[in-house]
């Protein structure tokens, strides 16, 4: 069989890349995924007790550009949701990102008042303010309460979720849940926040419901590039292993799941609770907060993170390090040789902590460039 196209993944950037070429270049496109299921790391199905969980980890939507929205929304109508997120912290469950209901929750009200005063004064009413820049302030009061959010609330999660320390990761990492000079508890302010109403997975299905696209899954590409004939290919795996980990594998971080049913209709208040501090694990999800499943019990995703092993374990998260991008960027330029025969893109491939709507932004933008080869 001849493909236009040899699509590497049927994650979001391989399923919006392959439902563009399909669409709108009328072109064949073959999509094969090593997993035996389309979605890539936004798969959810329903387990065996009839919840519907996110095998590789809670997915919530949320997305400023309206291109990207409008995008997704061919596909899937949307279930309101804004995500909460509590965490454990000296006995309370606090809001996270750390935002002035934290702040009242944690101190005396006299002092806290007085930390309100002076976080707005200095940062202004509704400014985020990364913890690590909060750290500099140079008032003593400000930099203590720095300190205590650091301490409290990144220190220990940080560690276990990445075994390094905040200031050791790019400041983009922990810069993603800033202190929220605000009383506003949603972990996200996107414009646009939702969950695909029948889930990701069925989501994904009508986008490789087209006539010109052949999913072929439980496949590694390696086993099929040599079988079919194809003109192009999108790689959206790991771009050390396209090449064979010629500069030395990229640090990732992986995770492990444990799912546990209960015979409760609500396990825990938000659908997320974080323990920085406390136990081996990061969170806990409780999936039908997210999907708004009626149920009579549920089912949560504890998770632990563990160091990534390539070949054995699933490679969740580049390490947004300065050395890493430089290893990267070895990598990157071993595409250029491969002309305009092989593109690369996705979480994976261009080796970024992308979320959903920036891998889906990614593949849009490279449509773009595509459609005028
Ligand atoms: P992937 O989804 O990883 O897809 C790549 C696919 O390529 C995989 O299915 C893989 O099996 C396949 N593949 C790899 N190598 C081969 C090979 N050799 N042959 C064949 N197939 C291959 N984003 C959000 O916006 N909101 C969230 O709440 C959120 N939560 C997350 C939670 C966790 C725990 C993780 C890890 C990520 C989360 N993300 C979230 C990010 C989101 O998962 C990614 O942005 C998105 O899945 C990236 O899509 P992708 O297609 O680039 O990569
Ligand atoms: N983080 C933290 N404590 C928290 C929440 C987040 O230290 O309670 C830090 C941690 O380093 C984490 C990063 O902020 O890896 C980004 O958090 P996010 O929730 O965006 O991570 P993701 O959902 O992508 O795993």
Not at 64 to 71: A, C, E, L, Q
Not at 85 to 108: D, I, R, T
Not at 162 to 185: A, H, M
Not at 187 to 211: C, E, I, N, S, W
Request: net charge positive; hydrophobic share 35%.
């Amino acid at each position: 069989m001849k493909f236009d196209w040899l699509i590497v993944g049927a994650g979001f950037t391989g399923a919006v890349l392959a439902e563009r070429i399909a669409s709108q270049l009328d072109q064949k496109v073959l999509v094969v995924d090593v997993r035996d299921h389309i979605g890539g790391n936004a798969y959810d199905y329903y387990d065996e007790h009839g919840v519907l969980v996110h095998k590789y980890g809670p997915h919530i939507f949320h997305t400023n550009s309206r291109k990207v929205w409008d995008y997704l929304s061919q596909f899937t109508e949307w279930r309101p949701y804004h995500h909460r997120v509590l965490a454990s912290v000296e006995g309370k469950l606090v809001p996270v990102p750390f935002n002035l209901n934290s702040l009242y929750a944690l101190f005396p009200p006299k002092y806290a008042e007085r930390l309100e005063e002076k976080l707005i004064c200095t940062y202004g009413f509704g400014v985020k303010v990364p913890i690590l820049r909060l750290r500099e302030a140079e008032d003593k009061e400000l930099r203590f309460l720095a300190d205590y959010i650091y301490k409290n609330i990144f220190y220990g999660y940080t560690l276990k979720q990445w075994e390094l320390k905040p200031e050791e990761l790019d400041p983009s990492v922990t810069g993603r849940v800033p202190v929220y000079i605000s009383r506003d508890d949603r972990y996200f302010q996107d414009t646009y926040q939702g969950m695909p109403k029948h889930g990701y997975t069925v989501m994904f299905q009508r986008m490789l419901a087209h006539k010109n696209i052949k999913v072929l899954l439980n496949t590694d590409f390696r086993e099929v590039e040599n079988e079919v004939h194809f003109n192009r290919m999108i790689y959206t795996g790991p771009i050390d292993a396209f090449f064979d980990y010629t500069y030395g594998p990229l640090p990732y971080r992986s995770l492990r799941f444990e799912f546990e049913y209960k015979t409760l209709a609500r396990f825990q208040k938000v659908g997320q609770v974080n323990y920085p501090s406390e136990h081996n694990y990061t969170r806990i999800t409780e999936f039908k907060h997210l999907t708004g499943q009626k149920h009579h019990g549920t089912t949560v995703a504890i998770e632990y993170p563990q160091a990534h092993i390539p070949g054995k374990t699933i490679p969740y998260y580049p390490i947004p390090k300065e050395e890493n991008r430089i290893l990267y960027e070895l990598y990157k330029k071993e595409t250029q040789n491969l002309g305009r025969r092989v593109f690369f893109a996705g979480r994976l491939a261009d080796y970024k902590y992308y979320n959903m709507d920036q891998a889906v932004g990614r593949a849009l933008m490279l449509f773009g460039e595509i459609s005028k080869l």
